[in-house]
């Protein structure tokens, strides 16, 4: 090519860009079924951080970009939210929750937050006085250390059940402890469960009595198992339909609130195989918008049942609605709160106390080989140092009895609150997963340093951004119904480490960054759960769930975060929820 022509060519170039560019932006393409515009939208995926609008095709997510990008997936049937500046995000994902029982505590006293034992006892004798006699009075939600009034007689750091007694003479009554680690019932449960002076402390439990041997009401860990038989022999008086229509009124209490707070998949801790089965049946029918995934409970030895546990194994069934692939929450310990929490050293406020171990470590280990054995993932309840400490000495020898990559098992230590400095790095080297909860440390802390004292609490209550530095996968969540299903909540704590009720920061140094944050709620859940090709970041060809909030929580200033409203829960392309 002569070189008298190259300055023509070159004049061309800028022209031919014009064109080209031109035609890009005139080009359609396959009209979306969905379109959201005009907002701020968090990927959570690197390759594109950041956009102003998302098209849905179908379920899945088909583009996200700028508001002139998206136009062209506007077709004559495209429904288009304007988010009016809003910012849009993974859908939240409760990775820790107990799912039935958030519908069973939905539908009882709802306890927490009541400021004393006294007006518990009030909401009681107002329930006795509606209930026929002999129904069975439920409340879930007290906790001794958050009353703002003594209750009056004590024993062994907890409130005895004269009120209760009083406020309900007829009736059985029986209230959870916020943690699920204890519970109390009056005279009447008691009498029902052949709970008294002579009964002997089952194994991983007590039954707390005074100085004369009475027991007082409350049942701490496996001691509740027999006040849950009585109660479970009276509720199957019900016929199967009755049996059904409660079930069926609790999952969709249970699914709404999880909705109307963001939630687009929520992590199960543990149900029966009865209880998968009848949500199997919701899912069928179309009735489960929620994403589950589910545990499958410990309780009357089902891991053995290996029929059984192979039968109900389900990936993504449902269009994703519904998976089993994991046994737990198996309970290593109890709870801080209830002072059942294992530890390596007695409790500063109780000397004599290191606490519990309910589920025997030799059966835990059981357990964790029928996992090994049939693909299963493994997840054990571990709250103080000394039961992270045996979880982790228990996953390492099965990990090394049976050579196995540990870190593709993702098994999980749920709670991780307590750790010994020593036992910190163990998670990322094994590759085992912190499944943690913000709202935690937040609500736990005014009664931490009196259980632990200030060096323990300092060096491994709560070690959130610790954990984070050395490697591990920390996931998110609430624990619902030990608190309420508010993934907000829970992204302000971990990111102020805020103490509730008063003005100071519970050890800042482990508050986590707002991305990091936001991680723990999405794409770390999705890869706990398996599902990190599917599910945590708005990606093109992965699962469409979207959660819109009133408020910008990556910018706004930290008091602001609590105030965050759900403006739409979006699941596989549909609208699930939309707030005011």
Known sequence: MPRRSAPALMALVPLLSMLAAGCASTRSATPADLVLKNGKVVTMDSTTPQGQAVA????????????????????????????????????????????????????????MGVPTWQDIAQMVADAAKQAKPGAWIQGRGWHQEKWTKSPGRIVKGFQTNDLINKAAPNN?????????????????????????????????????????????????????????????????????????????????????????????????????????DAIKKMVDEGDMPLRLYILVSTGEARPDDVDSLLAHRMIDYGNGHLTVRAIGEISSDGALGS????????????????????????????????????????????????????????????????????????????HAQHLNPSDIPRFAKMGVVASMQGIHACSDAPYVLPRLGMQRAKEGAYMWQTLWKTGAIVTNGTDVPVEDISPIASYHCSVTRDVVGTDSAFFPDEKLTREQALQTYTVNGAYVAFQEHENGSLTPGKWADVTVLSRDIMTVPPDSILGTKVLYTIIGGKVVYQGQ
């Open 172 to 276: 059985p009554v029986v209230l959870g402890h916020a943690s699920g680690h204890a519970l109390i019932a009056n005279a009447v449960a008691l009498k029902l469960a052949g709970i008294g002076p002579n009964t002997p402390n089952p194994p991983g439990g007590e039954i707390i009595k005074d100085a004369n041997g009475k027991p007082t009401g409350v049942l701490v860990d496996a001691a509740q198992g027999l006040m849950r038989a009585a109660l479970a022999k009276d509720l199957a008086k019900r016929t199967p339909a009755e049996v059904e229509e409660d079930f069926r009124k609790q999952v969709h209490l249970a699914v709404q609130n999880a909705l109307e707070n963001g939630v687009t998949t929520f992590q199960d801790m543990g149900e029966d195989f009865a209880t998968i």
């Open 339 to 414: 002072r059942s929490a294992w530890m390596l050293k007695p409790y500063d406020d109780d000397p004599t106390n290191t606490g519990l171990n309910v589920v025997p470590m030799a059966r835990i280990k059981q357990i964790a080989e029928i996992g090994i054995a049939h693909g299963f993932q493994i997840s054990v309840h571990a709250i103080g140092d000394r039961a992270n400490r045996e979880t982790l000495d228990t996953f390492q020898t099965v990990f090394q009895e049976h050579h196995v990559k540990s870190d593709t098992l993702r098994w999980r230590i749920e």
């Open 56 to 111: 849905i095709t179908g379920d899945r997510i088909t583009a996200v970009g700028s508001d002139a990008d998206i136009q062209q997936y506007v077709g004559p049937n495209t429904k288009v939210i304007d988010l009016q500046g809003h910012l849009a995000i993974p859908g939240f994902d409760e990775s820790h929750g107990h799912f039935t029982g958030l519908g069973e505590a939905l539908s009882e006293l709802k306890l």
